[in-house]
Nanobody
Framework: QVQPVESGGGLVQAGGSLRLACAAS????????MGWFRQAPGKEREFVAH????????DYASSVQGRFTISRDNAKNMVYLQMNSLKVEDTAVYYC????????????????????WGQGTQVTVSS
């Protein structure tokens, strides 16, 4: 199993950038699909992005497409989320999650497909 730990959140003005990092302790990091989700106050947790085990495939929510970039470094057990052109509506707690690849084809936009979660890091975008 792996244990994700997020870092890099903070306060930024609209239009600015932040880079979130997720360190995943444990073994066999490269067998996990990694995802980023976020949850704003009073709202449900929502999908942001995910990346395949070897990093060759990525997927983004339409709300962040073209502004956010997910990447991973399997040698370092790290996943990153580069966030550019931030908007006030990006304000949320951001979570890193790891999913084992099952025998079926899962919907990695569904948070229920993920097995391990970090504690979250707060991102606040001011106007």
């Amino acid at each position: 199993q792996v244990q994700p730990v997020e870092s890099g959140g903070g306060l930024v003005q609209a239009g600015g950038s932040l880079r979130l990092a997720c360190a995943a302790s444990g073994r066999a990091f490269s067998i996990y699909v990694m995802g980023w989700f976020r949850q704003a106050p009073g709202k449900e947790r929502e999908f942001v992005a995910h990346i395949s085990t070897m990093g060759g495939s990525t997927d983004y929510a339409s709300s962040v497409q073209g502004r956010f970039t997910i990447s991973r470094d399997n040698a370092k057990n790290m996943v990153y989320l580069q966030m550019n052109s931030l908007k006030v509506e990006d304000t949320a707690v951001y979570y890193c999650a790891a999913a084992r690849v099952p025998y079926y084809t899962p919907n990695y936009r569904d948070h229920n497909e993920y097995d391990y979660w970090g504690q979250g890091t707060q991102v606040t975008v001011s106007s």
